[in-house]
Each structure stands twice: as C-alpha cells, then as structure tokens.
C-alpha cells in the first residue's frame, strides 16, 4: 500500500509545512510506510532549501507538469482528481490537513475497489434543511440533476483506492467532470466525487469514522478515541481547540524546514492536546450553520462591545420579567 500526499505549494501558503507534520506523524507510526509525494512541476522547482526537508521523508516524489493557466488552488484538484492516472499500486490519499493518530496498515484488509468516510458523518438526509436546499439549487447549477436522490455524501480527505479497472474508471470520470465544473467556475472537487459516485451506483464503499476523524464536525467526537486520522480543516481561520492545528507550528516548521524534538513528542499523543478552555455541548444540528454564520461571528464581536453590554442588558431583563414567567405560566397550564 502506498500512503500518498498531494501538494502544490510555494512560500507564500502553510501547505508544505502542513504536510510535512502529517507525513511527520506517520512515519511515528510506520517507520517502513512507502509514502509519495505527487506535486505539480511548480511545487517541484520550489522544493530548495528549508522546503527540500520533506524529501528526507518520503519514499518517491512525483511531479507532473500542468497547463499554467491553473492557479494554485485548480493545480491542486487537478492532481488530486487525476491521482490514480499517476500513481501505479493500491493507495491511501490523506489530506495534508491532517494529523496520524496510529497504525494505518489495516486499511490494506478493507475489501473495497474505493472507500472513503462520511462528510460531517452524517448522511444526506440527516442534513439540515436549509443547508440542503442551498446545496440542491447549487448543484442543480452544476448539472447534478439527481442531488436530492443521493444517499451518501463522502469527505474526499482520505480516499482509498486499488488499483483496479473499477478505480480507474472512477478517476478517469472524476477528473472529467471535475474539469466541466472548474470551466463553470467551481474549483472545488467534493461535489464531483460525489456525483461520479452516484453516476458509478455507489461505488465509493463507506468505512468507519476513525479512518477521519473531521475533528471540527459534529460528529467527530464518537469516533475520536479511536481515530486513525484527525482531520482538522487548515481552511478555518480561528484558533483551534486541537492544539496541533494551530499556525504556530507550522510558523515553527515554516521558520526551520523541520519538526522540533517538542512537536514530535505532541505527536505521539495527539489526542491529548485540546486546549484547556474546550467543553463538550450538546448542540441542535439545526443551529450548526448559524454558529458558523456571519451574523453570529457579528454578534459575538459585539458581545464584548459597550453597545453589547447595553443589548444584553435589555436582553436580560426582558427575559426575566417577560419570557421566564411566561414560560413557567404555559407550563403550569399544560
């Protein structure tokens, strides 16, 4: 099984320094794990210095040169929806956004052409409402006629894939289709994943949640204790309650092209390392979008304005001497 890592990257971005403590916790784990490293012809030039000390941890580098006219972020879809096209053997695509929490040579016993884990580990259906509604018009944008048929919606942050006439029939279209919604504008490849794997009568196998764990997701937590993979999503901007996601040890690695003796000592536990002001909650999947709003990262920075203040307070007394009582007579009629 070959463990494989997609990146296109240059000094202005964290992707290499992400990867680098990805590949960095592997190998922890599995010393002899045959790691590859697919970049396109720009990453591959840029790969001096400091940013060459991640070539000291894989077992093959492979560059493929792409049309100029992509920018980074299409450069990076591009190969990862052409992976299989380039890599000969079975592989396991992880996310550079990642941290290894054990041994993954298990992976190799699942019995499956394709495999992947459930987006938000949850269902189609169990989506919010809204949410699927905004999905359905979008993807109706796309040509995804049958959105609201589909049963799964699978992460494309691990994909496990052999190297079988079913896995290459599933690329070959992926990067097809893929291509088709970049020239509409979208550069992103989830949607694509997931409609070859409706065109395909689901194909994509689902495996357990430990295989990635989406640490910022729902979720998660159920299948924390026991993850292979935590998935911590680089692409959220505030400070992480997974203390290894946040940017000072990346700024660290960006600073030294390695992993410090303490870094790697975190890595050995990482499930350990939540930050000390993180709680369990119990929360409506219903409010989830509004907690990721903008209204509510509006409101939160007014909390602690004067004007907040002065909201809350009218805020509380209105539900002291309103709503409270109100509440408590309604119950008491019941």
């Known amino acids: 099984m070959k463990y494989l890592y997609v990146l296109t990257s240059d000094d202005s971005d964290y992707y290499l320094e992400q990867t680098l403590l990805s590949i960095t916790s592997l190998r922890l784990y599995m010393p002899d794990a045959f790691v ?24 093959e580098l492979k560059s493929i040169k792409i049309d100029s006219r992509f920018n980074k972020k ?38 499956a ?18 949410r699927l509604h905004r999905m359905n018009v979008y993807y109706k944008k796309l040509g995804f006629v049958h959105f609201s048929s589909w049963k799964y919606f699978f992460n494309g942050g691990i994909i496990l894939c052999k190297d079988s006439k079913t896995g290459h029939d599933f690329f070959r279209e992926w990067h097809h289709l893929w291509f088709l919604n970049f020239e509409l504008g979208n550069v992103t490849d989830q949607q694509s994943l997931n409609q070859v794997n409706f065109i395909m009568n ?8 430990i295989w990635n764990c989406q640490i910022l997701n729902d979720g998660a937590l159920q299948f924390l204790h026991d993850a292979k993979i935590i998935h911590y999503f680089a692409t959220h901007v505030h400070s992480k309650f ?7 040890y990346t700024e660290k690695i960006k ?11 975190m890595l050995k536990n990482p499930k350990a390392h939540i930050a000390p002001n993180t ?9 989830r979008e509004f907690y990721d709003s903008a ?26 001497y309103i709503f409270t009582p109100l509440r408590k007579k309604l119950y008491m009629h019941r």
Do not use: P
């Open 36 to 59: 590859v490293l697919l970049v396109d012809d720009v990453t591959e030039a840029n790969l001096t210095g400091k940013r060459a000390e991640i070539l000291k941890l894989i077992t």
């Open 74 to 111: 299409a450069r990076s879809r591009w190969l990862k929806t052409s992976m299989r096209m380039h890599i000969t053997g079975d592989f396991f695509y992880i996310d550079n956004d990642t941290i290894i929490a054990g041994d993954l040579s298990s992976i190799e016993n699942i019995d």
């Open 113 to 130: 052409d394709i495999a992947a884990v459930l987006n938000d580990h949850i269902y189609l259906s169990e989506f919010v409402k809204t």
């Open 202 to 209: 689901n194909v994509v196998r689902e495996i357990d949640g």
């Open 242 to 248: 997974f203390l290894l996601a946040n940017k000072e």
């Open 255 to 265: 600073e030294t092209g390695v992993v410090d003796q303490k870094t790697k000592d």
């Open 279 to 287: 709680r369990i909650m119990l929360v409506d999947r219903s409010l």
């Open 295 to 320: 209204i509510c990262g509006a409101a939160k920075r007014i909390y602690y304005t004067r004007l907040g203040s002065v909201i809350e307070f009218v805020f509380s007394i209105i539900k002291k």
